[in-house]
């Protein structure tokens, strides 16, 4: 395992009910991760962490005046995690009123201008930081109980306090210490055996977790832009678990003097500077700017003078999202009453950890089921506000600045009647066909049109271990989206990479590196039809997806999506069916796999006779697929009565 940490934040010190979600709730989630999968990681993780600590152990043995924990700064601290064969050192380094403002998240408050009360009520987030937070603060406690749950016995630690602050302090002690989800809970671990922690979580439910931290050695340059192992374990816990979504610190490398980063600063002009976890396809990372109060435009978003920039190595948008990161005030664990000013990416992570929450709950409350990780921070970047000086996603501000009203309001307006609806589907694409859904949209402002997905890890053989922007591209199942119009064709947004970092985005093809994509339509009139295709063939067969789509008068035409996959789509009677279906094709003594409306497998099941028992299917729409003998995927839809 090959990981520096940092924690992402400057510091300068300065003078309800206890809730969490249910145990039933998570119980539902974490049956739709892959179990077996998850043993099979934690084993691998376990044995890398054994290895570590007897690296590490047997180097402090022969090296008894090494101190490996230092001080950085007045609040920071360096910890050496691990010496490589290689004789490299690994090291973990520490890097709210008006995060709600910017985020827009106080109209989601109870008293807000959209009228409801989502504040975080029985959601919970992860925090895994340089230590553990302190519980004992006055803003975490409620009817003599702690918001807090620490796991792991380590010390209190101020960056990881504060970091817990952002997301769930109550603003006891002052109204600018609120954190954006302030009703909300955490549970906090340090950072010396994250990956494995985070397999256990997501596997028992956890929807969401901060890292204001980032990974790679620090004496070596290959890692910035790199897609390397601690970023390929991320999609693999992601891909898992699907409704678990990390959310990882952009870094603060724009305005370092030391090297290698200096070099890299000077080299690349501040782009290709986000190193390990933050790399990964499916987290969502964040840039950090001042606060905006109010949103006026593109030009009312200013960037921090230290968030680091992307690409990733492959060209991928890194960062996603930006949030307030400058003079963020938050509780600190010099004392139980004690806060703080930070600034840093450390500082806007948890904002949009906390901004997950609040949306999470939000469908929750309406829906009574919470969105799959893909959903949510499609829904994020989705709704994002412009910034940067042209049109569309940069490697500056990722998509632009979050706006949490924007994204309750499209939860509010899923699937409704009327000519005001918005679209949040989650699907699923087998190789080789395609998916159609044909709308009305009008309106001044953009119909935007989204696909999201979690994608499966990358090769080990494409893992970075060393190489310098490499050319390799990470996206293992490469979906497309694209609109037609009488004849006309809109693509998604796409980027140039590190051919051309500072170049405007392109939506002149497809996008084949990304595993978010967005088709934005100038003044919209008339009839679209959305197009959902693959390239290559699909990891596994298929590939869920989430399709979103907004518009000032949106009104969804389709009766029946449609799935069509040529001479391999095949046909099945009766269609509504109670009990059995027959299939119309000449293999049999196959497996086939039958999908929900969500993408989720919920029956596997053997073909005898052509014929499949659906007896203890509920009543809805499906779609099943298998590989017949020739190894060519089919697919079919059908209605169960």
Known sequence: MKKHVYLLSYLFLSPILLNAQTASERKIIAEQSNKSGNILLQQKLSQENLERKARLANFLKTNPNYNPITKIGEYGTQELLDVLPNGEKVFARTDN???????????????????????????????????????????????????????????????????????????IILSSVRGVAFNSSVRSYNWDNDLSEMTSEAGSGLLVSNHSYASGQLSSAWYYGAYDSRAQQVDNITYNNPFYLPVYAAGNDR????QPALSQLNAKNGYDLIFGH???????????????????????????????????????????????????????????????????????????????LLLQQYHNQLYSNYLKSASVKGLILHTADEAGSTPGPDYKFGWGLVNAQKAAITIRDKNSTGANQSIIQELNLTSGSTYSKTITASGTNPL????????????????????????????????????????????PWKLQGMSNPSAAATNSGTNDVDNF???????????????????GNLRSGSQNFTLIVTSDNLS????????????????????PASDFIQINDKDDNIVVNIYDVSGKLVLTSKLTEKRLNISSLLKGDYVGNYINKNGQIKSFKFIKK
């Not at 990470?474 to 693509?491: A, E, F, P, Q």
């Not at 088709?519 to 959902?532: E, H, L, Q, R």
Request: charged share 15%.
């Open 97 to 171: 009123e008006g995060a709600a403002l910017t985020a827009r998240a106080n109209t989601l408050y109870n008293g807000g201008s959209l009228g409801i009360n989502i504040q975080g009520q029985n959601m919970i987030a992860g925090v895994w930081d340089g230590g553990n937070v302190r519980d004992t603060h006055i803003e975490f406690m409620v009817n003599g109980a702690s918001k807090i749950t620490n796991l792991d016995g380590s010390p209190y630690h101020d960056h990881a306090t504060h970091v817990a602050g952002t997301i769930c302090a109550q603003g």
């Open 448 to 491: 935007k049109v989204s696909i999201s997905w979690t994608d499966p890890q990358a090769s080990q053989f494409l893992v970075n271990n060393g190489a310098t922007d490499p050319n390799d591209k990470y996206l293992v199942n490469d979906l497309d989206v694209k609109v037609i119009k009488d004849g006309n064709t809109y693509y």
């Open 255 to 258: 305005n370092v003097t030391t």
């Open 556 to 575: 969804n035409l389709s009766t029946n999506d449609l799935v069509k996959n040529n001479d391999l789509k095949v046909d099945v009677f009766p269609n």
């Open 517 to 535: 994509e967005r088709v934005d339509i100038n003044n919209p009139s008339g009839t679209y039809t959305i197009v959902v295709t693959n390239k």
């Open 278 to 356: 933050a790399n990964a396809k499916n987290a969502l990372t964040v840039a950090a700017v001042y606060k905006v109060d109010p949103y006026t435009g593109s030009s009312s978003v200013t960037m921090s003078p230290f968030s680091s920039w992307g690409p990733s190595d492959d060209g991928r948008i890194k960062p996603e999202i930006s949030m307030k990161g400058v003079d963020v005030r938050s509780t600190l664990a010099i004392a139980d009453n004690a806060t703080g000013l930070m600034s840093g990416t450390s500082m806007a992570a948890p904002g949009i950890t906390a901004v997950t």
